[in-house]
């Protein structure tokens, strides 16, 4: 079956340390997306990429960095400059163009303490 | 940036009821997607729509172009359908070409109780 996949759904870590979380997908999406949802609020995007080997800032960036060696990979790391790290952490793919449904993984609730 | 408003924040409803969601957004879009999150945190996806009106079993969405406004409606509501419907708009840069990427509300969640 075809999807996303995120993992882990749980990940505990001690402040100061840098986290990957992973996102793989096999729907032969171009682009690939991370938001972070918190409490109270819309999903704000963190990074995208369009395409392989590319990828764009989104509205809450700092403290993140990203990766697209691969098609099917968008692996984000969670490092110790972001200063509130604890959140869930959605991936989201898509055909890249206009009007194209969006598919999303099942979320890593990431806990820093 | 575009703004992303639902109404209501937080929805009450008895099984068998009428629902219907409401969306706002401020600036042009190249798409309106309706969401469904349910307490686990995963997310699927019910609609993409640009124009008009699209339909799948108990769930009809519309959409109004030119008032910014987007509704999702549930026929015969029933427990199940209980969990955070979440509107998403897909904009357009200056040029006219469209990002994939969504600005989205703040969710409605939707309790339905037996």
């Known amino acids: 079956d075809g999807g996303i996949t995120q993992s882990p759904k749980y990940l505990f870590r001690k402040e100061g340390q840098n986290v990957t979380l992973s996102c793989e997908q096999n729907l032969n999406h171009d682009a690939m997306y991370w938001y972070r949802q918190d409490p109270g609020q819309g999903l704000r995007l963190i990074y995208y990429s369009q395409i392989v080997n590319d990828f764009q800032k989104g509205d809450i960036a700092e403290g993140y960095s990203v990766s697209r060696e691969k098609k099917e990979s968008f692996p984000l790391t969670v490092t110790s400059a972001q200063k509130n790290p604890t959140a869930f952490y959605l991936c989201?793919?898509?055909?890249?163009?206009?009007?194209?449904?969006?598919?999303f993984g099942q979320g890593t609730r990431l806990t820093v303490v | 940036k575009n703004e992303v408003e639902q109404s209501p924040q937080n929805l009450t409803a008895q099984e068998g009821e009428f629902i219907t969601i409401n969306c706002s957004y401020s600036v042009g879009i190249s798409a309106l997607h309706w969401l469904q999150q349910h307490p686990g945190g995963g997310i699927v996806s019910l609609f993409m729509l640009s124009s008009g009106k699209k339909k799948h079993g108990r769930l009809i969405a519309t959409i109004n172009i030119q008032e910014k406004h987007s509704s999702l409606h549930i026929t015969a509501s029933h427990p199940r359908d209980s969990a955070v419907y979440i509107c998403?708009?897909?904009?357009?840069?200056?040029?006219?070409?469209?990002?994939?990427?969504?600005?989205f509300g703040q969710g409605t969640i939707l309790t339905v109780h037996p």
């Open positions: 989201a793919s898509s055909l890249g163009s206009s009007n194209t449904e969006a598919f």
């Open positions: 998403a708009v897909g904009g357009t840069n200056a040029g006219g070409t469209s990002y994939g990427k969504l600005t």
